[in-house]
């Protein structure tokens, strides 16, 4: 069964940092490449950033510049540090997942971890 399982949201002021992780199981963590992505109240979810297996980082426009995507391959873990934090990256968090290595190509998604970022 696969879980992933976010953590590290939480409340900080425009300008301050924080980092997310997700630690992976059930699931053939290296193999993969993973995603973050949010979602804003009313808003379309949104891509945030993706690693893939070999280390291979891409960012959306909106982040570039001041988000880090890394992963953990010992750890089962992928993390998101999030510096110069602004009002409108309050969202929801979330690691995503598709497993490669099962042949349906599963999407898997966490739980979500809130972050708010005050004026």
């Known amino acids: 069964q696969v879980q992933l399982v976010e953590s590290g949201g939480g409340l900080v002021q425009a300008g301050g940092s924080l980092r997310v992780s997700c630690v992976a199981s059930?699931?053939?963590?290296?193999?993969?490449?993973f995603d973050w992505y949010r979602q804003a109240p009313g808003k379309q979810r949104e891509l945030v950033a993706t690693i893939s297996n070999s280390g291979r980082t891409n960012y959306a426009d909106s982040v570039k510049g001041r988000f880090t995507v890394s992963r953990d391959n010992g750890k089962n873990t992928l993390y998101l540090q999030m510096n110069s934090l602004k009002s409108e990256d309050t969202a929801v968090y979330s690691c995503?997942?598709?497993?490669?290595?099962?042949?349906?190509?599963?999407?898997?998604w966490g739980q979500g971890t809130q972050v708010t970022v005050s004026p």
């Open positions: 995503h997942v598709q497993d490669l290595v099962d042949w349906r190509y599963p999407d898997y």
């Open positions: 059930g699931i053939s963590f290296s193999i993969n490449a």
